[in-house]
């Protein structure tokens, strides 16, 4: 057995019922930072006039952190992929870190260090405990009939 799955099979005896309502407070929390950072344009404008030579790398970041916030704090918050979702939002976040105090105001939808921190540390929880029992993996793992999908046509 290696290492991933030991984690995985870790994370899945060890996860407290708790937890669901935490998972499901972090997604909706990294959606709605997602629109946040929609509305929060001129942040982006400023460090693209700052420099002209980021402006691919900046559009490319812009639309990195709205798509995996939003989309992966769905995720998150339903207990779908949570792992993978959880991990794809981590070096947003790190970069919060690094960023938050940055002349620029990027990342201002982080206001204090210390929540962006404690994101931090629930999406790196997460990425190790998964979804728990209260996700629609679990519902998927236990119910596989139900999600099979009918494309093929039986004779």
Known sequence: MNMLQRVVRWGETHY????NVVRIMLGLFLMWVG??????RDALDTLI????ALVTFAFFVA???VFVHTVGGLFIA???ETRFCALLNIPILLGAVLFVHSSTGLFQVYPVLGLSLLV????IVFA????????VD????????????HTYIDF
Request: avoid cysteine; glycine fraction near 6%; proline fraction near 7%.
């Open 138 to 149: 679990e519902f998927m793992r236990r119910h596989p009939e139900r999600h099979r999908k």
């Open 63 to 65: 639309h990195y952190i």
């Open 16 to 19: 407290p019922l708790w937890l």
């Open 49 to 52: 006039k700052q420099s002209p």
């Open 78 to 80: 339903m207990g779908l």
């Open 128 to 135: 190790i405990a998964g979804s728990g029992r209260i996700s």
């Open 35 to 40: 629109v946040l950072f929609v509305m929060n």
């Open 120 to 123: 931090l540390i629930l999406l």
